[in-house]
Every structure is written in structure tokens, then in C-alpha cells.
């Protein structure tokens, strides 16, 4: 009898691999008929764009085009098929979603995948094949223009987003572009600069969420970015593309270039890019056009190349537009509506709450003073990059009329001019930083008359804006003088700041009580952030990065490595980003990594690892009691870290191992269990090109921040 079940089981796991083979040896065999029915002009014909936004099919064999779309905030408008302008399509709006940075923020897969859901669903209405998200380089300095686009400076946060976002997306048969690959930290001189990082950085900081986005989010498609790594262009290096992504990696799908990311025919086709996007001039003369028809009849790139390339973006399109049961797809629904503010509403993050002003005892209030004018400012368009023509997009001040209005008189007062383009040069946009004394003249009478100033500042996407970094960390627009103005004439002032990248709160973390950090916060953003004010949301963002005292501070700025000397960014601080610089150096951040506020409390106990001794190829199971000490219902998220106390190498002080958001109501008591394979305690090795764990000691650290770690454990690895 034992027999037979064995056998029968065997027979049932065989079989099951079995029809799984048999479908991609189908797709494959298929995929193979189509490529031989193909000459050499069709097949080149599908390897770079035919319009700003897609690349040719194949009508005659039943093949439509691959369309793409922008982006990581949502589907953007419709613009004209050979120019950026408008289409002026009145059937194009859609919903703005929280900014990359935002999603960081959550420190929840579940969101992650939500907001791909809602792209998926959006760009299949819209009959887009590819999006152009997600987008989660590593927030390498915090200048960077596109740092709110980005998630965070931890691979192993950014890893497990990623993972989310691209299922999200691609569970609607819409292919995931992610990018920028690789190590793309800078907007100044992006399309030139040449970012010299060794091997080991690359390996545990850069690759890890693409790495993860490939190999469990099964990624359908990844963009090469514009710079340099290491001497060779991302849309022609050989390590990166070949080597990695598609040979270590085992990556299925296309490499397509950034627009106008492509610089060479041969060395891009030998070194594994498929599709070139957004070059300029004829079509017909693009690299991968008559140039590379040229370059494969004169032997300098083979047939089978060519055909590798139109293999994988048939198998794209297999899984997407030529798909089964492909979904029909919607916009800006209620359940899209409700995803946003979900997001939203995990994201926003209690920096200070002293006095304990938060939430807004309603019945005390009956004058409210909404200043700034990022209280009336909407985020879905602005500078350069995606941009979504928002269905709509509800404003922190309608918001705020919308749950205080009925209890309440709510006034409203500019407060500062935002005078900044970013297609403006330095010399136009000149003066941006003053303040305008008439608006704070303005705001403090408003706020003198109130029992309660909200006081809305921070960036906007001008201001912050793929195309170029910021020059400082200082706040724009003459903030901090009505910051003071406004403060000095109401003690219950509550400091909103809606931004997507760190900047120097110094003067307001020493002088205010009540600070809270939103986004570009999507379309529901005046809503969540209501409700957080309010207390019908209990605050539960944490930083996905580390806001530094002072530039200095941050380790690009003080090695002296951006943005680089003659276009070449030596990144000297290798492993040591974000918090891993901060902690081993010993240099304290204006707020840590991981850092935010509830309005009730918790505490852990009770932490331990399952065993005391591991093997290398064992998992590590750590267990943690948290409590909701406090008498509302709220969210902590459990940050596990890891230190290497003696290693035969540099290691960082701690590194972000596991994390988990736990919900509880007052009073509750949960055990979350956290799991590390003893593998991933591994560093890379470059002399010997393999990841390796040393046998000894290691620290389990449990915190709900990188500078908050209130129990450890010693484990010991064989």
C-alpha cells in the first residue's frame, strides 16, 4: 500500500511538472514557428520603436504592436503617436497614485501590490501592453530629482515593493518595466556620467530588487538605465545584461532602452538589448534599424541574436496582449479610488507629536487656519517625467473642509509663493528661496485668529523633478521664515510637510511640537491626510530613508563623490548607504531609517530565535511578542536587523533582514514570526565571485527603527 501511494504521488508531481514544461515547450515551439516564418527586415523591424511609445508587430503573422505607457504615479494622458504633445483625448484621465517614495513609506507588500493591481487594470482599459514601472533604484543621496519616484535606500525594503508591484501589475497580463538597471542614483549628468561601483556594492545594494522583481515577481521587462557602470553604457554592458540579468538571473523578457538611452548598434545588440526606445531622428536609421540589418549581413551580429531578441518579446507579448482571457480592464473606479487611500493613508508619517495635539479634538476647535500653499497645490503633473491627468486629485484643504467643515470655520492663507520651474534655468528661477513677507503678514494675522494653524509646505513636483537634483536640503520657497512667523503666534500649529525626498528639518524638529510628513500622495491624499489629522487613521509610515543633519553628513557629499569629477562618480562609500553609513560611522540622522509615530504605543517582548546554533543552509525563525499598550487601534512595523560583530571583511553595523506591519486593537497581543534563511546573513565575495557566510557570531536585532532596537539575540552559525 505504501508503494502504490508513493508511486501514485511521484507520478501526481511529475505529471504536475510535466504540464507545466509542456505549456512553455508549447509557447516555445510556437514562438519558434512564428520567428521562421519571419525574414530578417520583419525581424529587425521589431527591435526598435515605430512611434514615441511602441515598437512594430507583425500584421501579416497576427501580430499587433507592443505599447508602452509612463509610469509610476499612474497611466499618463495620451500624447500624440510621434510628439510629446497632447492627443487631447477627453477619455484619458486616470488615477494618480502615491509616489514611489510613499509606497516606501508603507512598509507594506500588500500596498505594493495594490497600486499594481490598480496600474494593471488602468493600462489594460487604456490597451497599454508595457508599463514603465515600477520604478525603485536606491536612494543613494538625497539630492536626487526622482528620489519620491524611487521607494527607499534599503535593498532588502525595496526587494520585497518590488516584488509586490511588479505581481500587482502583471497579474493583469500587463508586463512590469522595471528600472533604471543599474545603479542610476543621480539626475544630474544621468545620460553621461560613468558610475564607477565595484562589484561587491553592486551585488548587496544595487541588483537585490531587481534580482528579487526578476526572480520572484517574474518580471516581464526591465529598462537599462541611461548612465555608465563601470565604463560601459547600461544599454550595452555585457555584465549587467548578459552576464547577470539574463545568464545568472535566468530573465525571460526584454530589455528595452531608456528614450534615447541608446548609443551604439553592435555592442548594444551582442550585449543584450532588445528593444531601443526613443531615439532621434527617421526611424528607419535608428541603431537598431538599418544599422543593425547592416551590421548582422556583415557578421558583426548573428542571426541567432536577432532571433534570441524576437523570441523573448514574443514571449512578452504571449503573456500580455496575445494572452488568454486577457482582462478588459477599468479606470478610476471606487475600488481604484479606495486602493489610493489606502496607500496614502499607510504612508503618511508622524515625525513629532509632543503635546499630544494629534488627533484634533474636534470638539475644541471652531477656528481652523489651513496655510500654504501646498494646501491648495495638486501633485499628479509637474516638472519633467510621468505625470497623470488626474480624474481628480482632492487637495489637502478640501480635505480638511471635507472632516472639519461641519464643526468647524476652516480659512485659508497662501502663505508662500512656489516660484520654480524646472524648465526654467538657475538664472530665471532666481529668488525662488525668499520669502514673501506680505503672505506671512497674511498667514500670521489667519493664524493669531484661529485656535488651531495647519501649516502646509514642502516640495512640489517642479521643484522635484526627473532631469535634474536638487542643490540643497534647505526648504524652498522661503518656508522656514513662515514656519517661525506662524509658530511664534500660535503654540498649536501643526507642520505638514508634503515632499518625496529628505530635507533639513532641523530648525522645525527643535522648535515645533506636531510635525507630520505626507507625499505627492496621490489622488485620495487630502482625504488620508484628514483622517490621520482627525484620528479616524492612526499614523503608521515610517521613513524609507534617513534624513541627515546636514549634507555633509550624507556619505556621496562627504566623500566628495557627487556629482562626480569629469563625469565619472566613484561611489568610495561601497556598501556603506543609508543607514549602513550612519550606524557604522557612528553620525547621528536628523530622523533613522525606519522612524514614525502612532498615536497609541507598543511594546515587545519576548524575542527570541528557534534554535541558538544554524547551519548555513537552515532558517533562522525569530519570534516577538508586541503589545498595543495604548487605547487606540494602530500599527507598528517589526524591524528586524542583523550584525556581523567579526568578519574578515567590512561589514555594516546592521542590516534590514525582515520586517512585518502587525495591526492591533488596545490591549491586543500578537507573536509575529519572522523568517531569515542563514544564506541571506551571506556578504559577496569578489575574490572568489560567490556569496559567502562566515561561521560565528551574529545579533538578531529587533526594533521599530535603525536607531530604536530594543531586544537583541546572539545566534551562532556553524
Avoid at 549602513?580 to 540622522?589: A, H, V
Wanted: glycine share 8%; with cysteine; charged share 20%.
Amino acid at each position: 500500500m505504501k508503494y502504490t501511494i508513493a508511486c501514485f504521488m511521484a507520478f501526481f508531481v511529475a505529471g504536475g511538472v510535466s504540464a507545466q514544461n509542456k505549456s512553455e515547450l508549447a509557447l516555445k515551439t510556437k514562438i519558434n514557428s512564428i520567428i521562421k516564418k519571419m525574414t530578417l527586415e520583419e525581424k529587425i523591424g521589431m527591435l526598435h520603436g515605430n512611434a514615441l511609445f511602441s515598437s512594430a508587430g507583425m500584421p501579416r503573422l497576427g501580430i499587433p504592436e507592443l505599447t508602452c505607457d509612463d509610469g509610476p504615479l499612474g497611466v499618463r494622458e495620451e500624447i500624440k503617436r510621434f510628439d510629446w504633445a497632447s492627443a487631447n483625448w477627453t477619455t484619458d484621465s486616470a488615477m494618480f497614485l502615491p509616489n514611489g517614495s510613499a509606497i516606501a513609506a508603507t512598509w507594506n507588500p500588500v500596498m505594493a501590490n495594490k497600486y499594481g493591481v490598480v496600474i494593471g487594470e488602468e493600462a489594460n482599459a487604456r490597451k497599454k501592453n508595457v508599463m514603465l514601472a515600477p520604478a525603485f533604484n536606491i536612494c543613494r543621496m538625497p539630492l536626487c530629482g526622482r528620489t519620491y519616484e524611487y521607494y527607499s535606500e534599503d535593498p532588502y525594503l525595496n526587494s520585497q515593493l518590488a516584488i509586490q508591484s511588479v505581481k500587482g501589475i502583471q497579474s493583469q497580463h500587463v508586463a512590469a518595466c522595471i528600472k533604471h538597471f543599474a545603479a542610476n542614483n543621480q539626475e544630474l549628468d544621468r545620460d553621461s556620467v560613468n558610475t564607477i561601483v565595484d562589484e561587491r556594492a553592486l551585488r548587496e545594494i544595487y541588483l537585490p530588487a531587481f534580482k528579487a522583481a526578476v526572480q520572484q515577481g517574474n518580471a516581464y521587462t526591465v529598462m537599462s538605465a541611461y548612465n555608465k557602470v563601470n565604463g560601459y553604457w547600461c544599454s550595452e554592458n555585457d555584465f549587467l545584461l548578459n552576464k547577470v540579468l539574463k545568464n545568472e538571473w535566468g530573465f525571460k523578457g526584454v530589455v528595452m532602452s531608456d528614450w534615447a538611452g541608446t548609443h551604439h548598434t553592435v555592442a548594444a545588440a551582442n550585449n543584450g538589448l532588445d528593444i531601443e526606445m526613443g531615439s532621434s531622428g527617421p526611424y528607419d536609421q535608428w541603431y537598431f534599424a538599418q544599422p543593425l540589418l547592416a551590421a548582422v549581413k556583415a557578421g558583426q551580429v548573428s542571426v541567432k541574436t536577432i532571433d534570441d531578441k524576437v523570441s523573448r518579446i514574443l514571449w512578452l507579448m504571449y503573456h500580455t496582449s496575445m494572452s488568454t482571457h486577457h482582462p478588459k480592464g477599468s479606470i478610476v473606479t471606487p475600488e481604484h479610488a479606495k486602493a489610493a487611500y489606502d496607500i496614502a493613508s499607510e504612508s503618511i508619517v508622524l515625525l513629532k507629536n509632543d503635546n499630544h495635539l494629534l488627533p484634533l479634538k474636534t470638539s475644541a476647535i471652531k477656528r481652523i487656519a489651513v496655510i500654504g500653499d501646498n494646501a491648495v497645490r495638486t501633485f499628479a503633473l509637474g516638472g519633467y517625467g510621468a505625470g497623470v491627468k488626474a480624474k481628480y486629485e482632492v487637495t489637502a484643504l478640501e480635505g480638511i473642509k471635507s472632516r472639519f467643515g461641519k464643526t468647524a470655520s476652516i480659512s485659508f492663507a497662501q502663505g508662500y509663493r512656489a516660484n520654480y520651474q524646472a524648465s526654467k534655468t538657475d538664472e530665471q528661477n532666481r529668488g525662488y528661496d525668499k520669502p514673501d513677507q506680505h503672505l506671512i503678514d497674511e498667514a500670521v494675522a489667519l493664524a493669531k485668529a484661529s485656535d488651531v494653524a495647519i501649516l502646509c509646505i514642502g516640495s512640489n513636483r517642479e521643484y522635484e523633478s526627473e532631469g535634474h537634483d536638487r542643490k540643497s536640503l534647505e526648504l524652498p520657497f522661503g518656508e522656514q521664515a513662515l514656519v517661525n512667523s506662524v509658530s511664534a503666534v500660535n503654540p498649536n500649529t501643526i507642520i505638514v510637510i508634503m515632499a518625496g525626498a529628505p530635507y533639513n528639518l532641523n530648525e522645525i524638529k527643535k522648535s515645533n511640537h506636531t510635525v507630520v510628513w505626507s507625499w505627492f500622495n496621490g489622488s485620495e491624499a487630502g482625504n488620508a491626510l484628514a483622517d490621520v489629522l482627525k484620528g479616524v487613521i492612526n499614523p503608521s509610515g515610517k521613513l524609507p530613508f534617513t534624513f541627515p543633519v546636514s549634507l555633509h553628513d550624507s556619505p556621496a557629499f562627504n566623500l566628495d563623490t557627487y556629482p562626480g569629477k569629469g563625469l565619472t562618480a566613484d561611489y568610495k562609500e561601497g556598501i556603506l548607504v543609508g543607514y549602513r553609513w550612519y550606524d557604522t560611522k557612528n553620525i547621528e540622522p536628523q530622523f533613522p531609517f525606519g522612524y514614525g509615530l502612532s498615536y497609541t504605543d507598543f511594546s515587545f517582548s519576548n524575542f527570541s530565535a528557534d534554535k541558538s546554533i544554524y547551519k548555513k543552509d537552515e532558517t533562522i525563525q525569530a519570534k516577538v511578542t508586541i503589545k498595543n499598550t495604548g487605547d487606540r487601534y494602530g500599527a507598528e512595523v517589526v524591524q528586524l536587523y542583523v550584525s556581523d560583530p567579526v568578519c574578515s571583511v567590512l561589514r555594516p553595523e546592521k542590516e534590514l533582514k525582515g520586517f512585518k506591519k502587525i495591526f492591533l486593537k488596545p490591549g491586543e497581543i500578537k507573536t509575529v514570526e519572522i523568517r531569515v534563511k542563514v544564506a541571506d546573513l551571506a556578504f559577496y565575495d569578489e575574490l572568489k565571485k560567490a556569496w559567502k557566510v562566515e561561521a560565528g557570531e551574529f545579533v538578531l536585532q529587533l526594533g521599530n527603527s535603525s536607531r530604536h532596537i530594543s531586544k537583541t539575540v546572539k545566534i551562532l552559525v556553524k
